[in-house]
């Protein structure tokens, strides 16, 4: 492994790190990236010779790793790498500037019709909280929540939600308590179910209450048909219940009899086979159980009759021929079929 020689100009007696660099550009670095940083430029403030073997042996570290430190702060604009042989290379620190670099964009799913989101720095957001006993409540709610001390980039995200995507911080303290109590506590779900709120709408407290009473109620129950309760409903499970509780408008005792219809017919969960049950009994006006027992046993006379004339004629005395034979098998696959076929115009799984 190549031998770094690190280089800072001038000496000092003492220790001395840019507020700069710690407000500005330590909280957002890889943390081993900014031990290495501070370790060597203390050990060369004091006139020690440093190589990456040390640093990687200190933090217990591969010597690539520590390599890898030097690239990220050279790119920030801290160091720069000089090359004085083929087996060895100069580090030498720049002095961060007093201004906040500019601010990294992070890739995220963007809310419709809003813009790129972008960080805040630690005064803004130390700043912000002085400012507001709401965004202080929200800080000190999340913390109780999380049941840890909030980092930067925790407060960062939070206050984004409600900067970037102009969420109510009722609406956020409602969102967090019912991510935790689902046992969802990672930042970036949160995020997520934030960005589908605004999407959707809800930007009220009486808006995430009714969300979150029909994911406690009504999406647990239909879980709980297709045998799922331990866990919470993906995504498209989810758009799914919202489509028949919503847009079809369907009663819950009615979605639960297709989970229980699907099951009996598969034996295991399937939504979109219950999907195509829910939306025929919508296209017949289906509102109540007793509906549903209405069209079986429409179907079932329809099937009589059927099976009445398709079954044969009594012989003649002079015939010489059999009569067709009745597959009774199909007739009572027909219901079935139907559905299948619902299922299978929609598109594979």
Same mark, same amino acid.
Request: aromatic letters at 10%; hydrophobic letters at 35%.
């Given at each position: +492994? ?11 007696? *003492? ?17 081993? %990236? ?19 073997? /040390? ?5 217990? !570290?591969?010597?690539? /790793? ?13 160091? &720069? @790498? =000089?090359? =004085? /042989? ?25 809310? $419709? ?28 709610? *999340?913390?109780?929540? %999380?049941?840890? =001390?909030?980092?930067? &980039?925790? !407060? ?22 019912? #991510? #935790? ?22 930007? =009220? ?5 009714? %969300? ?12 709980? *048909? ?5 866990? $919470? ?6 758009? %799914? +219940? ?11 005792? @009615? @979605?639960?009899?297709? #989970?229980?219809? &699907? ?12 999907? *195509? ?73």
């Amino acid at each position: +492994m190549a031998r770094l020689q690190l280089i800072k100009n001038g000496g000092s007696a *003492a220790t001395l790190i840019s507020n700069s660099f710690i407000e500005n550009y330590m909280p957002k670095a890889n943390p081993t %990236f900014a031990m290495i940083y501070i370790l060597a430029y203390k050990r060369l403030s004091n006139g020690a010779h440093v190589e990456t073997k /040390d640093l990687a042996e200190t933090f217990r !570290l591969l010597e690539s /790793d520590v390599i890898n430190a030097w690239n990220y702060w050279e790119r920030e604009g801290l160091v &720069t @790498i =000089t090359a =004085t /042989d083929p087996d060895s290379m100069g580090i030498t620190f720049i002095e961060p500037p007093q201004k906040e670099p500019e601010k990294e964009k992070k890739e995220t799913r963007k809310p $419709n019709g809003f813009s790129e989101k972008t960080d805040y720095s630690v005064q803004e957001l130390e700043y912000y909280q002085s400012q507001s006993d709401e965004i202080k409540n929200l800080f000190s709610h *999340a913390e109780q929540a %999380f049941g840890r =001390t909030l980092k930067y &980039t925790d !407060l960062n995200l939070l206050y984004g939600l409600h900067d970037w995507l102009k969420l109510p911080v009722p609406v956020i303290l409602k969102l967090i308590t019912h #991510c #935790c109590e689902s046992g969802k506590k990672s930042m970036n779900y949160i995020e997520t179910v934030a960005v589908n709120w605004r999407d959707e709408g809800i930007e =009220t407290e009486a808006a995430a209450d009714e %969300f979150i009473n029909a994911f406690n109620k009504d999406y647990r129950s239909i879980l709980r *048909a297709f045998g799922q309760q331990s866990r $919470n409903p993906a995504p498209k499970e989810t758009e %799914f +219940m919202k489509r028949w509780l919503g847009e079809l408008n369907m009663p819950l005792e @009615i @979605i639960l009899e297709a #989970c229980d219809k &699907t099951m009996m017919a598969l034996g295991k969960p399937n939504f979109k086979y219950a999907d *195509a049950i829910v939306a025929k009994w919508s296209e017949n006006g289906v509102k109540n159980l007793g509906d549903i027992n209405k069209l079986e046993e429409d179907f079932t006379q329809i099937k009589t009759a059927k099976t009445r004339r398709a079954a044969p004629k009594k012989k003649e005395r002079f015939a010489n021929f059999e009569g067709r034979p009745i597959d009774f098998n199909e007739l009572e696959k027909m219901e079935r079929d139907h559905i299948n076929d619902m299922v299978a115009a929609s598109g594979s799984e």
